[in-house]
């Protein structure tokens, strides 16, 4: 069974730094895209980046690009999304989910992190 | 980018009642339309890709149409688990976006 399990909520301050991660298990984690989701509070969904685990290249959407890093270590099929300076508008859930090739679609996804920045 | 609009935000229907939901592409993106649903405190699920293929195990009453700009996702017989909130989104030109939503409820 394919799967993706998220870290656990996180609570932050502005100004810190966060990694959260996505652990991918039951197909090869390499040669499928995996990438990251927003939704924010009473919000639609947010595509932010993703990354090919084999070779590492990534994709961002503009509205995110600088803003978060993606990263991938197929050594032990886990993703990646990081922070250097958190603000209280990053408060949000966040997804992984997987995108294969065919059918072109997100499948399937995480659980979702909860991440909380407040002073 | 291309904006996905989806009508209505909103609705209410009772067990049984046929539902469509729409969702209008900013250009067309022939039928690479995917369509999610996400239940309360739950992750998303894929429920139709390629704009009208029924991802496996998704019951039958779900089925989704369209090509181009105009799409839709019909429930023929709304049922009591099919409480949730349903996202469109398009895969064919980066930054990949989604609708609205349309949050579900029933009766």
């Known amino acids: 069974e394919v799967q993706l399990v998220q870290s656990g909520a996180e609570v932050k301050k502005p100004g810190e730094s966060l990694k959260i991660s996505c652990k991918a298990s039951g197909y090869n984690f390499a040669t499928y895209w995996i990438g990251w989701v927003r939704q924010m509070p009473g919000e639609s969904l947010e595509w932010m980046a993703l990354i090919y685990p084999a070779d590492s290249e990534t994709k961002y959407n503009p509205s995110f690009q600088g803003q978060v890093t993606i990263s991938a270590d197929k050594s032990i099929s886990t993703a990646y999304l990081q922070w250097s300076s958190l603000k209280a508008s990053d408060t949000a859930m966040y997804y992984c989910?997987?995108?294969?090739?065919?059918?072109?679609?997100?499948?399937?996804w995480g659980q979702g992190t909860l991440v909380t920045v407040s002073s | 980018d291309i904006q996905l609009t989806q009508s209505p935000s909103f609705l209410s229907a009772s067990v049984g009642d046929r539902v469509t939901i729409a969702c209008r592409a900013s250009?067309?993106?022939?039928?690479?339309l995917v369509w999610y649903q996400r239940k309360p405190g739950k992750a998303p699920k894929l429920l139709v890709y390629g704009a009208s293929t029924l991802e496996t195990g998704v019951p039958p009453r779900f089925s989704g149409s369209g090509s181009g700009t105009e799409f839709t996702l019909t429930i023929s017989s709304l049922q009591p688990e099919d409480l949730a909130t349903y996202y469109c989104?398009?895969?064919?030109?980066?930054?990949?976006?989604f609708g609205g939503g349309t949050k579900v409820e029933i009766k």
């Open positions: 989104q398009q895969v064919t030109d980066f930054p990949l976006t």
């Open positions: 250009q067309g993106i022939n039928n690479y």
């Open positions: 989910a997987r995108r294969p090739v065919a059918p072109d679609c997100f499948d399937p």
